[in-house]
Every structure is written in structure tokens, then in C-alpha cells.
């Protein structure tokens, strides 16, 4: 087992109880099994998260559905738990969502992790949306600093020069001076 799924094993045993159905979606081969709890009515939400974390890394892409769904939930935990999924399931959908979960101002409170999947997916989506999401953060007053930070390391990090323009104006905010010049200095150096 390794640690984002014990991690995952940990936390869910906690949710469910400790249950035999827990302890039968934890080890089960079975991907008609696991697809089915996915579909079924009144599965509780522990056991469609086991189920589609588990089918996601093992390339199943029955899970995707659920996984976006997870990927956008108020718990990080289950954020960052779908993203793993998400990122090993390679589903060539997986950016284009990161991409609409990222830039939904109604749900910028969560977008912390589909922001990082866009980094790690290194997909033609991550950039544009990148950039969207900073500019945002932008504005005087906005409470999402952490999340424009993100924005600012990721598009250090992607090397994309269509980041120069949003990254010189984040040099203004006390916040994210440091880390955008780290970005523009890598951007130059590309």
C-alpha cells in the first residue's frame, strides 16, 4: 500500500467505521465491483470516494465523473486525494475540468487543488487558466492570496512567457513579490 493510499485507507476507515464494506472496497480486484458503488443509490460518500480512488488509479475510467466531483468538494482532503486519482487516471478530460474547477468564481474557495493538478498535469489548459486565476487574485482586498501564489509558483514553474504580463503586475502585491520575480527570472531564462 502505498502512502496516498494509506492516507486515503486511514481517513475513510475513521468515516465508515471500520465496517466490513470498508474493508472489502480496500482490498477488493474487482473493478465491476468498485464501478458499481459508484452508481448505486445510498452508497455513502466514504465508500464513492474509495471506490473512484481506487478505480482512477488503476486507469479506470468509469471513476472520472466522480473524481471531478471530488476534485471540486469543500473537504481538501478528498481534494487532494481525487487530484492523485485524476492525475494516474491520464484521462485526456482531466485538464479541461482543473481547467473549469480553477476558474468557477462561485467555488474559488476550492480551487487551491485543481490549480496544483493543473501544474502537475502540464497540460495546454494549465496556462490560460493559470493566468485567469491570477489576475482575479489581483484585484485590492481579495482574500485569496494562498491560491494567486499558487498561480504565481505554477507558472514559474510551467516556463510559459504568456505569464510575463499577469507576473510583472503580481510583483505589486506584498504577498507574491518574491515568488513572481523567482517566476519572471525563470521565464527569462527560458
Known amino acids: 500500500m502505498d502512502d496516498e493510499l494509506r492516507s486515503l485507507a486511514q481517513r475513510l476507515r475513521g468515516e465508515s467505521g471500520g465496517s466490513a464494506a470498508y474493508e472489502r472496497l480496500l482490498v477488493t480486484g474487482d473493478h465491476e465491483e468498485l464501478a458499481s458503488v459508484l452508481t448505486e443509490r445510498e452508497r455513502p460518500l466514504w465508500a464513492r470516494e474509495m471506490a473512484a480512488f481506487r478505480l ?45 474547477l480553477a476558474t468557477n468564481e462561485l467555488r474559488v474557495a476550492y480551487a487551491l487543488v485543481p490549480v496544483r493538478l493543473l501544474i502537475r498535469l502540464r497540460a495546454p489548459e494549465s496556462v490560460p487558466a493559470l493566468i485567469t486565476v491570477l489576475h482575479r487574485r489581483l484585484t485590492p482586498g481579495d482574500p485569496y492570496w494562498r ?44
Not at 78 to 93: I, K, Q, T, Y
Not at 161 to 186: K, Q
Request: hydrophobic share 55%; aromatic share 2%.
Open 147 to 190: 491560491l494567486a501564489l499558487a498561480c504565481v509558483e505554477g507558472l514559474g514553474a510551467l516556463g510559459d512567457g504568456r505569464a510575463d504580463g499577469v507576473l510583472t503586475v503580481a510583483r505589486a502585491h506584498p504577498r507574491l513579490v518574491a515568488a513572481a520575480e523567482a517566476a519572471l527570472a525563470r521565464l527569462g531564462a527560458a
Open 56 to 100: 482512477g488509479r488503476a486507469g479506470d475510467r468509469r471513476a472520472f465523473e466522480s473524481l471531478v466531483l471530488l476534485l471540486n468538494h469543500r473537504d481538501p482532503e478528498r481534494c487532494v486525494s481525487a487530484a492523485h486519482a485524476l492525475f494516474e487516471l491520464a484521462d485526456p478530460r482531466t485538464a479541461r475540468a482543473a481547467a473549469a
